[in-house]
C-alpha cells in the first residue's frame, strides 16, 4: 500500500555502507550496464603480490554509440519508496534496508571518485519517498551544484520522476546532459496490473514535455546564441522484458512509436529478474511469471531488433508481423527478415545503394559507407570486403560480387541451419555490426 514503506532506515549508516545499499538497488535500471568486481577470483583472490583496485559498488560499464565504454557511478539518492511496483526490490512492501544519500554526500562522492578515475559521469535516480516534485528538486539540487559549486564538468544523466511538473523537467535539463522517463511495462494494463500507482499517460506526458522543450530551446538558440543547451544527450526509456505476457511486436512497435513521437536517443531493453517476496528466493508474488530466471536472449534480440529501428533503416512492421509476434531466438532478426525475402537478394555489391546495403546481413552501417567510398576508385572482391568489415560468414548467402557468387540463396532452411546461435552465445548486445 502507498506509503506503508518496509523497512527502516538507520541513521547512523555511514558513507561505505550507503553507497553498497544504494547502488546495489540501483542495478536494476538498465539504462546502462551494471558490472561491478571485488578484485578477487576463487576462495583465495590473487594473493599477496596482487595489486591494482576495483570498487564493487557504485561503478557500472555504459557504451556510447561509436562503442566507446564509459563509466559511471550509478546510484540511487533514496531507496525509500511509496510506490509498490510488484517487479522492483525496492518496492514499498519489501522488507529490505533503506538508506539515503544527502546532497552534500553525492557531490562530494560524485567529485572524489572522479578526481580518482573511478568515473566519467553520475547516473542519478531516486525512489519515490515523497512528493514526485519534491524528489525531483533533491536530484535537481545534487547536479545543479555540482556543476556550480563544486565545479564538475562530466557526464550527468537524470532519471525524471513519474508526475514531475514541466517546469523541474525544464531545470533538470539545465544542469543534466541525459534525461530519461522509465515506461518499464509496455501496456497500459500491465501498469496497472504490476505498478497500479504508475500512469502510461503521466509517464508519455513527461517525454512529450520534454520533446517540446529541446525543441523550443534549440529553436532559441538558433536565434539566441547565448542560450543554454538543454539535455544534450537527450532523453531515454526502459522497457522491462518478461515481467508480463506482451509479444516481442508489441514491444517493438511501442519502441518504433517512441522513436517517432518523442525522438528519444534510446529504448533500454531490461530482462525481468525474478525478486521473490522481500528478496527470498522460491516465494513469488502471484502477479508475477514464475520463470526459472531473466530472459537474457530475447533481451539481446531486442537490443539487435532496436538496432534495426535506429541505424538500418527498418520499420517496426518490417521486423514483426502478426504472424511473427515474437523474434527468432536462434538467428539475428536482420538474417530473419532476410529469409522471408530472398526475392530481395542477391544484391550486387559494386552497385548497390546505401539503403540496399543495409539490407545484407553482415553488412552494417559503417561497412555500407566504406563499401561506397571504396568502390569509387577501385574494384571490390570478397577479400576485400572482408577487410572492409563485412562480416562473409553471414553476408555469403546474400551477395554477389561483380556477379560472382560465394553461395546462392537457394535454400532457407540450410542458411537458417548454418547461421543458427544454437547455444544461445552471445548474450552482450554486439558492438559489430550486422
Given at each position: 500500500?502507498?506509503?506503508?514503506?518496509?523497512?527502516?532506515?538507520?541513521?547512523?549508516?555511514?558513507?561505505?555502507?550507503?553507497?553498497?545499499?544504494?547502488?546495489?538497488?540501483?542495478?536494476?535500471?538498465?539504462?546502462?550496464?551494471?558490472?561491478?568486481?571485488?578484485?578477487?577470483?576463487?576462495?583465495?583472490?590473487?594473493?599477496?603480490?596482487?595489486?591494482?583496485?576495483?570498487?564493487?559498488?557504485?561503478?557500472?560499464?555504459?557504451?556510447?554509440?561509436?562503442?566507446?565504454?564509459?563509466?559511471?557511478?550509478?546510484?540511487?539518492?533514496?531507496?525509500?519508496?511509496?510506490?509498490?511496483?510488484?517487479?522492483?526490490?525496492?518496492?514499498?512492501?519489501?522488507?529490505?534496508?533503506?538508506?539515503?544519500?544527502?546532497?552534500?554526500?553525492?557531490?562530494?562522492?560524485?567529485?572524489?571518485?572522479?578526481?580518482?578515475?573511478?568515473?566519467?559521469?553520475?547516473?542519478?535516480?531516486?525512489?519515490?519517498?515523497?512528493?514526485p516534485d519534491i524528489v525531483m528538486e533533491k536530484l535537481i539540487e545534487t547536479a545543479k551544484k555540482l556543476r556550480t559549486e563544486a565545479?564538475?564538468?562530466?557526464y550527468i544523466h537524470l532519471k525524471i520522476i513519474p508526475g514531475t511538473g514541466e517546469k523541474?523537467?525544464?531545470?533538470?535539463?539545465?544542469?543534466?546532459?541525459?534525461?530519461?522517463?522509465?515506461?518499464?511495462?509496455?501496456?497500459?494494463?500491465?501498469?496497472?496490473?504490476?505498478?497500479?500507482?504508475?500512469?502510461?499517460?503521466?509517464?508519455?506526458?513527461?517525454?512529450?514535455?520534454?520533446?517540446?522543450?529541446?525543441?523550443?530551446?534549440?529553436?532559441?538558440?538558433?536565434?539566441?546564441?547565448?542560450?543554454?543547451?538543454?539535455?544534450?544527450?537527450?532523453?531515454?526509456?526502459?522497457?522491462?522484458?518478461?515481467?508480463?505476457?506482451?509479444?516481442?511486436?508489441?514491444?517493438?512497435?511501442?519502441?518504433?512509436?517512441?522513436?517517432?513521437?518523442?525522438?528519444?536517443?534510446?529504448?533500454?531493453?531490461?530482462?525481468?529478474?525474478?525478486?521473490?517476496?522481500?528478496?527470498?528466493?522460491?516465494?513469488?508474488?502471484?502477479?508475477?511469471?514464475?520463470?526459472?530466471?531473466?530472459?537474457?536472449?530475447?533481451?539481446?534480440?531486442?537490443?539487435?531488433?532496436?538496432?534495426?529501428?535506429?541505424?538500418?533503416?527498418?520499420?517496426?512492421?518490417?521486423?514483426?508481423?502478426?504472424?511473427?509476434?515474437?523474434?527468432?531466438?536462434?538467428?539475428?532478426?536482420?538474417?530473419?527478415?532476410?529469409?522471408?525475402?530472398?526475392?530481395?537478394?542477391?544484391?550486387?555489391?559494386?552497385?548497390?545503394?546505401?539503403?540496399?546495403?543495409?539490407?545484407?546481413?553482415?553488412?552494417?552501417?559503417?561497412?555500407?559507407?566504406?563499401?561506397?567510398?571504396?568502390?569509387?576508385?577501385?574494384?571490390?572482391?570478397?577479400?576485400?570486403?572482408?577487410?572492409?568489415?563485412?562480416?562473409?560468414?553471414?553476408?555469403?548467402?546474400?551477395?554477389?560480387?561483380?556477379?560472382?557468387?560465394?553461395?546462392?540463396?537457394?535454400?532457407?532452411?540450410?542458411?537458417?541451419?548454418?547461421?543458427?546461435?544454437?547455444?544461445?552465445?552471445?548474450?552482450?548486445?554486439?558492438?559489430?555490426?550486422?
Open positions: 500500500m502507498a506509503g506503508a514503506v518496509q523497512g527502516q532506515i538507520d541513521r547512523s549508516t555511514d558513507l561505505g555502507e550507503k553507497i553498497s545499499i544504494l547502488a546495489g538497488a540501483a542495478k536494476f535500471d538498465a539504462s546502462c550496464a551494471s558490472s561491478g568486481s571485488d578484485g578477487k577470483t576463487g576462495k583465495g583472490g590473487f594473493g599477496k603480490n596482487r595489486f591494482g583496485s576495483s570498487i564493487p559498488a557504485g561503478i557500472c560499464h555504459s557504451w556510447t554509440e561509436d562503442g566507446r565504454c564509459v563509466s559511471l557511478l550509478k546510484v540511487l539518492f533514496s531507496n525509500v519508496c511509496r510506490f509498490d511496483c510488484a517487479y522492483c526490490v525496492n518496492r514499498a512492501s519489501a522488507d529490505t534496508k533503506r538508506s539515503s544519500f544527502t546532497v552534500n554526500e553525492l557531490v562530494e562522492l560524485t567529485c572524489e571518485f572522479y578526481r580518482r578515475n573511478y568515473i566519467e559521469g553520475l547516473f542519478l535516480s531516486s525512489g519515490i519517498f515523497a512528493d565545479g564538475y564538468g562530466g523541474l523537467i525544464r531545470e533538470a535539463g539545465l544542469w543534466a546532459d541525459r534525461l530519461s522517463a522509465n515506461i518499464e511495462l509496455p501496456t497500459d494494463k500491465s501498469l496497472q496490473t504490476l505498478a497500479p500507482q504508475k500512469s502510461g499517460k503521466v509517464i508519455f506526458g513527461a517525454m512529450d514535455n520534454f520533446s517540446g522543450l529541446s525543441s523550443q530551446f534549440e529553436e532559441d538558440r538558433r536565434r539566441i546564441k547565448s542560450t543554454p543547451a538543454f539535455a544534450p544527450a537527450g532523453q531515454s526509456t526502459q522497457l522491462i522484458v518478461g515481467a508480463t505476457a506482451e509479444d516481442d511486436r508489441t514491444i517493438i512497435n511501442l519502441s518504433g512509436s517512441l522513436y517517432h513521437k518523442f525522438s528519444l536517443r534510446r529504448v533500454y531493453y531490461s530482462a525481468f529478474i525474478p525478486v521473490g517476496v522481500n528478496g527470498r528466493p522460491g516465494i513469488s508474488d502471484p502477479r508475477l511469471p514464475d520463470i526459472p530466471g531473466p530472459p537474457l536472449v530475447r533481451e539481446h534480440r531486442l537490443y539487435q531488433a532496436d538496432w534495426l529501428l535506429r541505424f538500418y533503416h527498418f520499420s517496426a512492421a518490417e521486423i514483426l508481423d502478426e504472424g511473427s509476434p515474437f523474434l527468432d531466438i536462434h538467428i539475428d532478426p536482420k538474417t530473419a527478415w532476410a529469409l522471408k525475402h530472398l526475392e530481395f537478394f542477391p544484391v550486387e555489391i559494386s552497385r548497390a545503394d546505401y539503403e540496399t546495403l543495409l539490407r545484407v546481413p553482415g553488412i552494417g552501417a559503417k561497412t555500407a559507407r566504406r563499401i561506397i567510398e571504396t568502390r569509387r576508385s577501385r574494384s571490390l572482391t570478397f577479400d576485400s570486403l572482408r577487410r572492409l568489415g563485412a562480416v562473409i560468414k553471414r553476408a555469403r548467402y546474400f551477395i554477389t560480387c561483380s556477379g560472382a557468387f560465394i553461395d546462392k540463396p537457394e535454400d532457407p532452411r540450410r542458411i537458417r541451419r548454418l547461421l543458427s546461435d544454437q547455444d544461445g552465445a552471445g548474450l552482450q548486445l554486439p558492438l559489430f555490426e550486422f
